[in-house]
């Protein structure tokens, strides 16, 4: 027998029809429910009194945020 050959008769015969349950987390801004990995949220760095923020409401931040700055950056620049 060779190593690492295994017989056919002795592998056991599964379907692929497990249910996986996917980690769902909740948007603070919104509360709308998105899948932790569609959400880029990491589970595994992240407890549960995380603040998290969908990536839509991310997006609405960075550019009211981005706005903020452009005006500051406007008044500072013509005063």
Request: hydrophobic fraction near 35%.
């Amino acid at each position: 027998m060779q190593a690492g050959f295994v017989p056919k008769g002795v592998l056991q015969k599964k379907k692929n029809d497990d249910e996986i349950e996917e980690g769902w987390v909740q948007c603070d801004c919104c509360n709308a429910w998105v899948h932790q990995i569609c959400g880029l949220f990491n589970n595994g760095k992240n407890d549960q009194d995380v603040h998290y923020l969908c990536p839509q409401c991310l997006l609405q931040v960075s550019t009211s945020c981005l706005l903020a700055y452009a005006a500051v950056s406007c008044l500072q620049s013509a005063g």
